[in-house]
């Protein structure tokens, strides 16, 4: 299948520190998104590189796309307190828009 | 800024009955998906819907799933005859367009099946 994989499935760091989660996939794609999903809420979108792009950046995210490894990565520099959620990476490739989620890493940001 | 909203926030129902779930998606997308994030589990996509009818749908939709859009601006998913398993958060999603464009999700329905 599909699916996203993503490494670790949990991270805990001190605000200030950067905190780097990492999604493997299958198959190519139209394109990769990250979602952030705060505890019981719905999923918010954090950004989304194409194929053809290696980078991208939003604030304080920075994100990788490789699609010869099938792998990405969510940067987030000089974490908060307020980043501690959820987060998923996504894979779109079908001509309908479906979204394919990984499993999540759960980051922890301790004041 | 535009939202999903979806309606209710938490429904309990017993094991066989009828439940509908609601949403309104943003008003000016095109395409609507519903996805299911069972407690724990990642969330998995459900099916995708445009121009009034299902343009893609999962293993998990079967026979006892339907969704219909019955005016300009509701998107519904009916489960016919629920049964505990089908106890998940269920989000609804929509875009603009198909192509390089983000989903926009609402905060979910929690189905608990009793």
């Known amino acids: 299948s599909q699916q996203g994989e993503e490494d670790p499935q949990a991270l805990s760091i001190q605000e200030g520190e950067n905190a780097t989660m990492n999604c493997s996939y299958k198959?190519?794609?139209?394109?990769l998104q990250w979602y952030r999903q705060n505890s019981g809420r719905g999923l918010v979108h954090l950004i989304l590189?194409?194929?053809?792009?290696r980078e991208k950046h939003s604030g304080r995210l920075r994100v990788t796309l490789d699609t010869s490894k099938k792998s990405s990565s969510l940067l987030i520099t000089a974490s908060r307190a307020a980043d501690t959620a959820s987060y998923f990476c996504a894979t779109d490739a079908s001509n309908t828009g479906k979204l394919i989620f990984g499993q999540g890493t759960t980051l922890q940001v301790k004041p | 800024e535009p939202e999903v909203t979806q309606t209710p926030s938490h429904q309990v129902t017993q094991m066989g009955q009828e439940v509908i779930l609601r949403c309104v998606p943003i008003s000016n997308h095109l395409y609507f998906y519903w996805y299911r994030q069972i407690l724990g589990q990642k969330v998995e996509f459900l099916v995708s819907f445009y121009n009034n009818e299902i343009s893609e749908k999962s293993e998990i939709f079967d026979d006892q799933f339907s969704v219909e859009r019955p005016d300009g601006s509701n998107f519904t998913l009916k489960i016919r005859s629920t049964k505990l398993e089908d106890s998940a958060m269920y989000f609804c999603?929509?875009?603009?367009?198909?192509?390089?464009?983000?989903?926009?999700f609402g905060d979910g329905t929690r189905l608990s099946i009793l």
């Open positions: 999603a929509s875009r603009k367009y198909v192509g390089n464009q983000p989903q926009h």
């Open positions: 590189i194409r194929s053809n792009e």
């Open positions: 198959t190519s794609i139209n394109n």
